[in-house]
Structures are given as C-alpha cells and as structure tokens.
C-alpha cells in the first residue's frame, strides 16, 4: 500500500511538473509549461547568469501594475530593466502567466486559468514543429524549433523589438526584407514603461535611403543628429572619446537587406548599455560603486541640438555658450540675430558655372544629408566638376585625407552634393582628429581664392575671363542674356531664393517640362485628378515623372496647389509618394513627382480580372505600408499633418507594388499640442469621409483612422465602400463588415480570389477586418490611434471588441467629391449624392 502511494506520489509530482514552474532556475520554456508571477522573481535565468526574465513592478511605481520584462541578474541592489514586453498593457494584480500556445507563440495572459485575457504575444510569422524559448546570456529572448540543427535561426527575438536600451549585438535600425525599423522609445515616465515622446533610431535619406542617419526625435521634432557614417562612427559627435571607442567595436552596415547600427564590447567582463531617456547615454556598470557611469552622452551640449544656428551657419561653443557663423559666402538674415539663420551675399551664376569657385572649410560636422546625392568612384575633380554643372548645387564633401591612408578601417573616398541650404552643422573632428572637409560653392568675385579648391590654374585664368566677357554681355545686351535666362535649354531647374524659400523644392523650368511630356501631348496622359490632368515624362537621363497639371479653370486649387508644395517638400518616407519639384509659368502650376509605373490601388482592388494580381501578401503589404506612411504624417514627420484625402485612388503602387501615399492638396498641418481642427469647407470623398468631419467640419488625426479603416476593408473584400450589398439591402461595405461580425461569418467578406489557400490567409484578413471595424467607429475616442493600428497589424497588440460603425447603409451612387456648398445635417445616416468639387 505505501508503494502504491509514492507512485501515486510520483505520477501527480510528475503531472504538476508540466504546467508550473519548479524551483530551480532554467533558461528555457517549453510546451506545455506555464510560468507564473513571482514576486519579481526571474523566472527564466541566462546560462551564466548575466540576465533574467521575470514580472516586476518598476520601483517608482505606487500601484500594483506588473510587467513582463529582461533585467540584469547579476548586478545586485539595482534592478536595471532592459526589455518589457507589455509596455502599455500593465497587468493589473500577480495573476500574469507565461506559456507558448499551440501555434508555437509566446502568450502573456493576465487572471485565472478560467477567466484568461491575453495581454501580448511574440505573433511570429512562422511555426515550430517543436518550439522553444530561450533567454541567451546576452540578454536576447528568442524563439526557435528546438528541432531545426540551427540554433540560431530565430522565429522571433526580442532584440528584434527594443524598448529604452541598447545591448551589445541589438542591430538599431532596418531590416528592408521584413519592413522592419527597430529603435528606441524611451519611457513615459519612471513608473510607466509605455512609449515617451523621445526615439531613437535610423531614419533613411531620399532617394533610395541614401546616407541613413541616427536621429533623437522628441515627438515629431529632431532634437540630434549623428550625421554620416564615417567608417568608424558617426560623423556627428564632436567629443567622441578615443575611451569611448576603445571600449566598444561600432558597426555599421548598409546593403540592399539590412541597413543597422550596432557594438560590441571588446572587454568580456564590462557590462554596457545605451540609454534613452532625455538624451542618449552610453553606459558602463561600475562594480565598485554599484553604479552606471555614464562615459558619453548625446546632445553634448547646445550645439549638438538640430540646427541650433538655422541655415548655411555654424555652431561654435563659446565659454559654455553657443554662438553662430555664417559659412564662407553667407551673411546674417538679420544683423542683430545670427541664431536665425544666413543668407546668400551674392547669387550663384547659373549661366556659366565656370564663375563659381569652391572654398574649402575643415573639422565641420557634414550639413543635413536627407537630400544629398553621392557617388563613391569620383576622384575630387570629378566631385568638383559635378557640383559645378548643378546650378542647386552648394556645396561638396570630399576628405582626400580618407584616399587609400585608412584603408584598413574599411573606408574610401567619396563624392557627395548638397544642394540647397546647408543646415545643421557646427565645429568638428572624428576620433581620430581627422577633419571633415566641406567645398562651399562661392562666385569668383568674392573669394580672394584663399582656402578654394579649384582643379587647374588654367581654369581659373578661363573664370576671369568669362567675368568680364559677361559683365560686357549684360551691359551691351541685358534683354539678351534675360531671354538667355528663362530659356536655358540644359539646366533642369534652378533654386528661386528670392520668391520661393519657403517652398524647399526645385523650380523646373517650363521648356524642360514641355520637353519631357512631348508638349503635354495626350499620348502622355495618365488621367484626370481633382485639380487637373496629370501628364508622364521623362527628363534628359531618362528620369521618368509625373506631371500633374494644376486645372486654370479650378477656383479653389490655387491655395491647394501651394499646400501641396509646402506640405510634401518636409515629407520623406518610404510610403510616400517622391516630389522632385514644382513649375510656374504665367497662369500653369505644375507638380513633378516621381512616377508609378503601376497606377493607384483601385486599378487593381476593384477588377475583377486585375485583382487576383494581387494576392493575400502582397495586400497585406500595402495594407502595413500604408499604415506606416500614416503613422508617419501623424507623429514622426516634421509637422503633424492630416490627410484629410486617404482613398485607394490616392495610394499609388511602384515596380515592386509598394504603396506610397499621394495628393497632399487638402493636407492640414496641426501644431504639437493641437489635436482636432475645424473648417467651414468640407472637402474629400464620399465613402472615406469621418463622420465628425462630414457633418460639422471638425478633423482630426482620427479622421485618417477612420478612412484608413474604410481602405482595410475595400483592400480584403476587392469591393468599394459605397457599394450595396443585397438587392432591397441599404447596407454599405461598413454595415455588412459589422453585420458578418456580429454573426461570426467575416470569412464571407474576404474576397473569393483570397480563399485558395485560407490557412495562409485567414487568420492575417480577419484581423485586418477586425482593425478596419474599429477604424471606423462612430466617436472618435473610440477609434485608435496609427501607432496602435501598426502594433495590431503586427500582432502586437490584443484586439478589442469595436463598437458599432458610423456609416451602416448607403444610398448615394456615385464616387464623387464632396463640398461643404451642399453638407448633409446628420452623419449618423447615409449620405446623398452631392455635386463635385
């Protein structure tokens, strides 16, 4: 009998094993096995120890809220987290538990096991035959196939997913392949560990992410930028101690997959961090003191902060203070106040280039690159050369000190153009005490060619003569040179400094246009837009364009067209649309984008015959891409901008079928405490529209939401909002999304062509679906803002049940724009037909 009971003792011992976690400590769960909150205990420990994973309650934190999160083990009396899982989802008592479910994805679930919410999920794109999670001894939280031989290859990774920190071997910046950005937010506050206003991470250059940056942004604004890699950091910080470098290797790596930062240290036993709060700090832990010490620290001081001096000035520390310099060529825009910036002292010859010389300053941080263009086989003269037959061109960089003398830090020469104002630049030297060399383009008639770079004597002696030859010209013949002026057959366009500085874009002249679209002839026409006909292009070199034509019989698009320009010319990201300039001559207005070679998204969505082109993947594709351009305009650009617009024949597709958001004529700018604006001129498009907005004019950050949802759900389905969808029906898209919702049948909403394999595509469509129904919610309280959109397309964030919809039936037939001259008086019903704008 007492045999029988110790087995009994063992079996029910064995039992229990499976689905709790035993006393000892591992660094590895496995299915079925659940973890339990316990009492900031780690209940997973790194192999030797360095860190371990656990719930704890941050220690300026009053209330109960708990959190999942990765801190150092080792370091006593300090509980440094450098990981939280559920950032903004706290969980509110010490019922969170922690398993891998049945499709292979590490759960966090709060409350008892009859009465489960789940709070996050790693959602990794692929399942393991037999998964297995692993906390590594460099603090990286994985998950694998425990029967795959690699033990490195990764279905998820929390180095992929950083909060505040940066650990030795967390890659901070792009992964192209998967459209992932990882960098750091920092947190709200010390007892709060959801995302802060200050980030952290690399933002890429137009065009083609040419010269990718490290950038601190405070909310929307740049407070810090590194500049340039140089080989071996950054080109941006002044003070970069040879310390600081000695104890860490820093890498950078750009290529047509990844483009990411990333160290190690070089001293096994140091223990580091990089950490955002305010500022960026590079730590190290002291043993002795049982402190961080922090040996580096970004901004530095006031001149690190983004264009503390404006344009085409540096910054200089004076005694603690910054004082401003107007570059070689430049003189104060106003006498008495040098931190607003400088302006040209004489304009730049475009007629004859040749008059222009180049003034070489040294140990200056390189001016913003977001638009430079660069080239990595050009010798200096060639460099020179370049920028002188560029009449936008104002500057060049090119560091003859780098040619082949430091060839075993990896790094060559290379030739880059900047173009327009030189912003953000101050005093500077590497760690190696190297300058950075900057060629400022200045006429001839004012240098004293000290300091210039010119490529040959013989050139300068030809400058002189072309000098007076033109100084002749224009005293002999002025109506000839002005002629000569406007219709410059082989400059593509110039910068207007004197009309159009506000405009940060090209000016094209009129003959290159006429030239590019065969004289706007309809062979090369693409369409009609609102404001006008938009024309294709190609400009000498074989650069295809856009052109969209501003309508003169538009009495309203005078006022959008000069938005547009000045909206999108401070708007640069992947998913939207490319401007390269604008055009004026007499009463034409004329756009230049980059062009599209696979139109708009409704060519596609709404064809029957075109619409299996477009499979599962690829629309979810679009559906993040065009989710991320909107988080973009919303809090991460300059300026908080709303839409107002968003509709799929304003999402155009590239080569690839990238989507990139376009029309910015009816865009809204709102400050940074601004949340919601108001207008007596309604304008957009029937089925798109808020409600809120439709009715009394108020917009918002929301309204997008709510026409980004209108867009998810005509994406799945293949169908417009506006169409009914039973004979004798009212209902619209929205109402019979809402209606399938409420009977659990939103697989009848997925278009047919998406259902050939619905093990792939279904469960990815019916959370589109379920995020399209919260979009669209009535109130716009409700609905939820882009960055919470992003997380629960990535399966990031748990999904709440929506409310009930704004728009349940339809009764209009057509798609045309909507003018406040003829509103309707409710929103909670559908809207009539209504004359265009």
């Not at 264009?307 to 603690?320: E, F, L, S, Y």
Request: net charge neutral; proline share 4%; hydrophobic share 35%.
């Amino acid at each position: 009998m007492e045999f029988l009971s110790f087995l009994v003792t063992l079996v029910v011992l064995r039992v229990f094993s499976q689905f709790t976690t035993t006393l000892a400590v591992v660094d590895t769960l496995r299915p079925p096995e659940i973890m339990r909150d316990s009492n900031n205990t780690a209940l997973l420990v790194s192999k030797e120890g360095m860190f371990g994973l656990g719930f704890f309650t941050p220690t300026a934190n009053s209330s109960k809220n708990r959190y999942l999160g990765i801190w150092y083990n080792n370091i006593t009396g300090n509980q440094t987290v450098v990981w939280v899982a559920n950032r903004c989802e706290p969980i509110k008592d010490s019922s969170g538990s922690l398993s891998i479910n049945d499709k292979g994805d590490l759960v966090l679930f709060s409350g008892q096991s009859n009465n489960r919410v789940l709070v996050w999920s790693s959602n990794s794109s692929k399942q393991a035959k037999e998964p297995l999670v692993q906390l590594l001894d460099n603090g990286n939280l994985v998950l694998r196939d425990e029967k795959d031989a690699n033990t490195t290859k990764y279905l998820w990774e929390s180095f992929d997913y950083p909060t505040d920190t940066m650990l030795p071997g967390i890659k901070l910046g792009w992964d192209l392949r998967r459209g992932l950005n990882r960098r750091l937010s920092s947190w709200k506050s010390s007892d709060d560990p959801c995302h802060g206003n200050y980030t952290y991470g690399i933002e890429l250059g137009e065009p083609n992410n040419t010269f990718p940056q490290l950038i601190i942004r405070n909310g929307s604004s740049i407070l810090y930028r590194e500049g340039p890699w140089r080989g071996v950091s950054f080109s941006g910080p002044a003070n970069f101690v040879k310390v600081a470098w000695q104890m860490s290797d820093y890498i950078f790596v750009e290529n047509d997959d990844e483009i990411y930062f990333t160290y190690n240290t070089q001293i096994k036993s140091l223990i580091s961090r990089i950490f955002l709060s305010q500022a960026i700090d590079y730590m190290k832990w002291t043993e002795a003191q049982e402190i961080w010490e922090s040996y580096y620290k970004i901004p530095l001081d006031q001149c690190d902060n983004y264009g503390t001096c404006k344009a085409n000035a540096k910054c200089i520390m004076v005694d603690n203070k910054p004082v401003c310099q107007c570059l070689e060529g430049y003189e104060p825009k106003k006498r008495k106040n040098l931190f607003e910036g400088c302006v040209r002292n004489s304009v730049v010859n475009c007629q004859d280039p040749e008059k222009d010389v180049f003034h070489l300053t040294s140990e200056l941080k390189v001016p913003e690159t977001k638009y430079a263009w660069a080239n990595k086989s050009m010798n200096l003269g060639e460099c020179n050369a370049k920028c002188l037959s560029n009449c936008s061109c104002t500057a060049y960089g090119y560091n003859s000190n780098l040619d082949g003398n430091n060839s075993d830090l990896g790094i060559g020469t290379e030739c880059v153009l900047l173009f327009g104002d030189l912003f953000d630049t101050r005093n500077n030297k590497d760690i190696y005490g190297r300058e950075q060399n900057v060629y400022l383009r200045i006429p001839f008639s004012t240098s004293d060619l000290k300091g210039t770079n010119n490529v040959s004597k013989v050139k300068i002696a030809v400058i002189i003569v072309a000098v007076i030859v033109f100084i002749g010209l224009v005293l002999i013949g002025y109506y000839i040179c002005r002629r000569r002026y406007i219709n410059a057959p082989n400059i593509f366009y110039e910068r207007n400094e004197s009309q159009n500085d506000e405009m940060e874009l090209p000016l094209f002249y009129i003959n290159t246009i006429r030239t590019a679209t065969n004289n706007f002839s309809d062979d090369n026409k693409l369409g009609q837009g609102g404001f006008g006909p938009v024309y294709k292009g190609t400009l000498e070199g074989g650069t295809e364009i856009a052109v969209k034509s501003l309508s003169m019989n538009s009495g309203q698009g005078v006022n959008e067209f000069k938005n547009e320009i000045e909206l999108i010319a401070k708007l640069q990201h992947r998913n939207l649309v490319k401007i390269f300039g604008y055009c004026t001559h007499r009463e034409m207005k004329l756009l230049i984008y980059e062009y599209m070679s696979n139109k708009s998204l409704d060519y596609f969505i709404f064809d029957e015959s075109r619409s299996i082109l477009l499979e599962w993947p690829k629309r979810f594709q679009i559906i993040c891409g065009i989710a991320k351009g909107i988080l973009y305009l919303h809090h991460d650009s300059r300026l908080r901008i709303v839409h107002r617009d968003l509709k799929a024949s304003n999402v155009l597709l590239d080569d690839d079928m990238n989507p990139k958001i376009s029309d910015f004529g009816l865009a809204r700018t709102f400050g940074g405490d601004q949340i919601e604006g108001n207008t007596h001129r309604v304008v957009g498009t029937y089925g798109y529209m808020a409600p809120e907005y439709a009715s009394d004019g108020i917009f918002s950050i929301k309204s997008d939401v709510f026409s980004f949802g209108i867009l998810i759900l005509e994406i799945v389905s293949g169908r417009k909002s506006r169409s009914l969808y039973e004979e004798n029906s009212p209902l619209n898209l929205v109402g019979y999304a809402w209606t399938l919702m409420k009977e659990g049948s939103e697989i009848k909403l997925i278009e047919k062509c998406l259902l050939k394999d619905p093990n792939d595509n279904m469960e990815e469509a019916l959370r589109c679906i379920h995020i399209g129904l919260l979009c669209v919610q009535q109130m716009p309280t409700d609905r939820p803002d882009m960055s919470s959109v992003v997380l629960m397309l990535s399966g990031e964030k748990a999904l709440p049940h929506p409310k009930p919809p704004a728009y349940f039936n339809s009764t209009y037939s057509s798609d045309a724009d909507y003018s406040s001259s003829n509103r309707p008086q409710s929103c909670n019903v559908s809207m009539t037909a209504i004359e265009g704008r």
